[in-house]
């Protein structure tokens, strides 16, 4: 079965927006954690990283391309991870090779 040409106008705004919205988050926030120190008082550590997740084609009826291109600006990725990778899905250099595998 031939995939589509790739996703909806639609669908491609939407993922642009999401790693806008992701990358904008990962790259400003510097959340922090509390916790007791050795000596029993309180202490917060800055936290300098964040992860990011992104799902796509969760609901595709059909096997659609969601292969795409990601750039950081302001910050550096230092690790990539796939989930529920199929063969013939893959990490390139700048984003990713991806169709959804419907049932």
């Given at each position: 079965?031939?995939?589509?040409?790739?996703?909806s106008?639609?669908?491609r705004l939407?993922?642009?927006?999401?790693?806008?919205?992701?990358?904008?988050?990962?790259?400003?926030?510097?959340?922090?954690?509390?916790?007791?120190?050795?000596?029993?008082?309180?202490?917060?550590?800055?936290?300098?990283?964040?992860?990011?997740?992104?799902?796509?084609?969760?609901?595709?009826?059909?096997?659609?391309?969601?292969?795409?291109?990601?750039?950081?600006?302001?910050?550096?990725?230092?690790?990539?991870?796939?989930?529920?990778?199929?063969?013939?899905?893959?990490?390139?250099?700048?984003?990713?090779?991806?169709?959804?595998?419907?049932?």
């Amino acid at each position: 079965m031939e995939p589509d040409a790739g996703p909806s106008l639609r669908k491609r705004l939407r993922l642009s927006t999401l790693l806008i919205a992701a990358v904008s988050v990962a790259a400003v926030a510097t959340p922090s954690c509390s916790g007791p120190d050795e000596e029993g008082g309180e202490t917060t550590t800055s936290v300098d990283s964040a992860a990011v997740l992104i799902v796509l084609g969760r609901s595709d009826a059909k096997r659609t391309d969601w292969s795409c291109e990601a750039v950081v600006e302001g910050a550096a990725v230092v690790a990539r991870e796939t989930l529920r990778f199929k063969p013939g899905d893959e990490l390139t250099e700048t984003g990713w090779t991806a169709f959804s595998h419907p049932g």
